[in-house]
């Protein structure tokens, strides 16, 4: 805000303008901050290579292969399509195309997609896998409960780990 005086002899003009008269500034000049200017800014590199966590592939393919079970079990079930939460279900659908993108984009050539971003969206999408699948069972049917986690569980352990790939672009069933 600024705070407006005046001389008598002068119309009314802002204090920033008042400044810029007094000191002879040019008006870019004026609106630099000296104090808040960076010293060496050299030492800062604005390109500095994001460090991808060891283990975020692994829990990527991990988190796909749950779903994938969680989704082939659910199939399995006999169960309507009113009786199985489609909102959750949809948000489950999202997460795991989240992981896709993921798995394609820790595949792509250095320096092509912005992975400080992709690594902040990744990990907030892992976050919720659990709270999101415990929401998605807890709206299941009662009856549906028991029989559920034995399926999911024989379908887990039945799963290639390389399904965790599937609909991963460029690594399809005819890529070698």
């Known amino acids: 805000m600024a705070y407006q005086f005046s001389a008598p002899d002068r119309p009314p003009q802002s204090v920033s303008s008042a400044i810029l008269r007094q ?3 040019h008006p870019i000049a004026a ?4 104090r808040r200017m960076m010293r060496h800014p050299q030492a800062m590199d604005r390109k500095t290579p994001v460090a991808i966590p ?3 592939r692994a829990r990527l393919e991990t988190a796909r292969l749950d779903l994938l079970a969680l989704f082939r079990a659910l199939d399995r079930m006999d ?3 009113a009786e ?3 909102r959750l279900l949809r948000q489950l659908f999202e997460l795991d195309a989240d992981y896709v993108e993921a798995l394609w984009a820790l595949d792509q050539p250095a320096g092509s997609l912005d992975m ?3 690594l902040r969206d ?3 999408a892992l976050d919720q896998l659990l709270e999101a699948c415990a929401r998605f069972r807890k709206n299941l049917p009662q009856r549906a409960h028991p029989a559920l986690g034995q399926l999911e569980l024989s379908v887990r352990n039945g799963l290639d780990p390389a399904e965790a790939y599937n609909m991963v672009p460029g690594h399809g069933p005819d890529i070698g």
């Open 116 to 118: 400080r971003a992709m």
């Open 79 to 81: 169960l309507s399509p």
């Open 31 to 34: 609106a630099v901050d000296r």
């Open 84 to 86: 199985i939460p489609q």
């Open 54 to 56: 060891g283990d975020l």
């Open 23 to 25: 000191r002879k500034l």
């Open 122 to 124: 990744t990990v907030a």
